[in-house]
């Protein structure tokens, strides 16, 4: 409490209030106003992280665009802080923890600090990827599909690198596909194939799978395949970590230049 020079001891203790009032009065404004400070800094900071994310990603799309047959170099820099803290909040909050045990709520508690850190491992080629946690979900006819959880962070950077990826070959996809493509699906597939079916004279459907694909693709053809247009060697150094690290079952970790698990 402020007061004049000419004040006695006793009128300040006349109108000083009691602690009880003192904590009614003061605590629940000032932690609220710190909060709500602090929450307006980091919407405002998140806003221009996901700018300069968009930007970056624009980028690399309008050079895949007009340059169909160049081969991408310089990739590995547009992995940057902003872009992990995207892919952080871009992942499933209640998903299943991988070998590491954490939980994305877990990560969250000092995000900034860890995601510095995660950052400059990567940066520095410090980063290891861990094994993916093997679990199994059942099949309509009964069967169990396998899974591979990975770690938090692993699954930090794969969407970060994803992200990048994805800025050059939505380039170069057409327009008829749809698996496995940001914003499409099964049911956009359905929805363009009702289309065509009704808008065009049809005499017959193929309806065709590639057997146990994921489980049997080849590693080294996959990384042949990326390098038509992905050349920075840090960027493929990073996808063969992944594919290398294996899957822990039962306790034990196996590795395989075979198939590519599915993840959740």
Do not use: C
């Amino acid at each position: 409490m402020m007061h004049g020079r000419g004040t006695s001891d006793a009128a300040i203790v006349a109108v000083k209030p009691t602690n009880k009032a003192e904590r009614s009065a003061v605590e629940p404004v000032e932690p609220r106003a710190a909060t709500e400070g602090n929450a307006g800094r980091n919407r405002t900071r998140r806003a221009q992280n996901r700018a300069s994310v968009s930007q970056a990603l624009d980028r690399i799309r309008q050079a895949a665009r007009q340059r169909k047959k160049e081969r991408f170099n310089a990739l590995f820099h547009h992995l940057s802080l902003a872009l992990l803290e995207e892919a952080f909040f871009d992942l499933k909050k209640n998903a299943a923890p991988g070998v590491d045990g954490l939980t994305w709520q877990d990560y969250e508690a000092d995000l900034e600090r860890k995601l510095a850190d995660l950052h400059a491992r990567v940066q520095r080629g410090a980063y290891r990827a861990l094994p993916s946690r093997r679990v199994f979900i059942p099949k309509p006819d009964g069967r169990q599909r396998p899974l591979a959880v990975a770690a938090l962070e692993d699954k930090i950077v794969q969407r970060a690198t994803a992200a990048v990826l994805n800025a050059i070959y939505e380039e170069d996809f057409l327009g008829f596909s749809y698996g496995f493509r940001p914003g499409r699906g099964a049911h956009d597939a359905l929805d363009a194939l009702v289309v065509g079916i009704t808008s065009t004279k049809v005499n017959f459907i193929l309806d065709a799978d590639i057997r146990s694909f994921f489980d049997t693709v080849s590693q080294p053809w996959l990384v042949r395949f990326l390098e038509h247009r992905i050349g920075d060697p840090r960027v493929l150094r990073l996808i063969r970590k992944w594919l290398r690290a294996g899957i822990l079952e039962d306790g034990v970790v196996t590795a395989s230049d075979q198939g590519t698990d599915k993840g959740r």
